[in-house]
């Protein structure tokens, strides 16, 4: 049996469910697997499961004796996760299931993200449903699919299908925090052709590289001032675009992951390379200056490499630099409301260029409408400004707080008595699908928290073992308590 070491740490019960689904490939957009797994899973238990036309699964569970009485929950976690590794690990997440070990109070992936966003929630809701000792309402289970990409799962639940009054969210990454709102998104993308012009024959070719960048959550780490690899790259181009002519540019991956690592190549004319190659250890050592406590494995390489034959016309090579130079990246406004909060952002999250044409991946984030479209348009216009073609897409709402939900004050109460300190309760600038779900469902009442997760989205995601005990009591001790139907 894989992952024997996480297997055994406790609550055991989860932990295993965990490794479970972690065996399973469950890339956003291909859930096929894990879906079939989850119905199998349902069914087994002789419990009602169905899927949805979009391929939510939905699993019943009655009331256990004496709880009759209680308000229906519904436990929402969903089954995708964020696909990112080390660019120097070899795996598939296509076909192999996720590598875990155990390192001291966490477990981590070898080279790869772990899962537990948001493996950890659905883990925990599997527990509940195959437990005979845990004392609970009745229950429905809501798996979501296709969270990390659009949400789209959540945004095709259809009315109906649910009958619960109260939702509990188990996709928070702090314990010590109940979560009663969340932003919102927008995906922006900006798409360009150019023409190619044949290089000179002197010309030589490089490549300068960015990596060794922490990444993360473009939502939850957006605030701390890491490096964005494709920012950093067009910094250096900004520099030297009088010496170098682009070849192509394939920087960052997924839109709610901070990129990592970005990398051009580039030609320059022999009378120019060291002019280049001080550039470049100019450049180096400002980037290790100033992010020195933050990414101290920060690393920029410049390689001469085989050379090629074509590249980027000078005026569209100019308009590239000078949009990426004015697009927003990061935290573009905090709240004024909530101490802390980030209201509004953006990430620069993926840029292709190659063969005559350019692609740019944005994902804006604001708890206020108004402040997500202010982002959108400065983007779209700092874009079309420079002659590209804009999209937007995938527009999901926000969360917004509200501090007289019953639940929250049951969750709080829970919380005192058993960890004898208050939780934080707060609101988060990454996407919930609460703020969906609401609208399908207005009169339910919802609340977010789980253990903590550091890391996320990125090839250093790590669980907490303490906190998935803490977790595990938490909830279980909050099902026993959900109000009667008529309070």
Known sequence: ??????????????????????????????????????????????????????????????ATAGMDNRKTVVLQSHLDMVHQKNSDTDFDFDSEGIKMFVDGDWVRADGTTLGADNG????????????DDIIHPALEALFTIDEETGMTGAQGLQAGYLEGEILLNLDTEEDDEI???????????AIKTYEETDAQKDALSFRFVVKGLQGGHSGMDIHKGLGNANKLVNSFLKRVQ???????????????????????????????????????????????????DIEPDLLCTLDKIEGESVHMCETSQKELIQALDNAVNGVFKMSEEIPDL?????????????????????????????????????????????????EFSGAYPGWSPNRDSAILKVLIGIYEDIFKS???????????????????????DMISFGPTIKGAHSPDERASISSSVRFWKFLQEILKNIPLKND
């Open 1 to 62: 049996m894989q992952n024997i070491a996480v297997r055994n740490q406790e609550p055991q019960l989860l932990w295993n469910h965990f490794a479970d689904i972690n065996a399973i490939p469950r890339a956003s957009k291909k859930e096929e697997r894990i879906i079939e797994f989850m119905v199998a899973f349902g069914k087994k238990l002789s419990l009602e499961t169905l899927v949805d036309p979009v391929g939510n699964v939905i699993i019943r569970k009655p």
């Open 422 to 444: 208050q939780p934080a309760v707060v609101a988060c600038h990454a996407g919930l699908e609460c703020g969906i779900l609401g609208t399908h469902y207005p009169e339910m």
């Open 120 to 131: 950890l929630g659905v883990a925990a809701i599997m527990s509940v449903l195959s437990s």
């Open 242 to 292: 009088n010496i170098v002519h682009i070849i192509s540019i394939d920087g960052g991956g997924l839109r709610n992951a901070i990129p990592r690592e970005s990398k051009v190549k580039f030609f320059c004319n022999s009378e120019d390379v060291e002019a280049l190659k001080t550039a470049f250890q100019g450049y180096f050592a400002e980037l290790k200056e100033n992010f020195t």
């Open 179 to 189: 979560d009663i709102g969340c932003a919102g998104g927008i995906d922006i993308t």
């Open 342 to 390: 980030v209201e509004a952002s953006n990430n620069i999250a993926r840029v292709l260029v190659d063969k005559g044409n350019i692609k740019i991946s944005c994902l804006t984030r604001s708890s206020v409408e108004a402040s997500k479209e202010e982002v959108a348009n400065s983007l779209k216009t700092s874009f079309e400004g420079q002659g590209f073609k804009v």
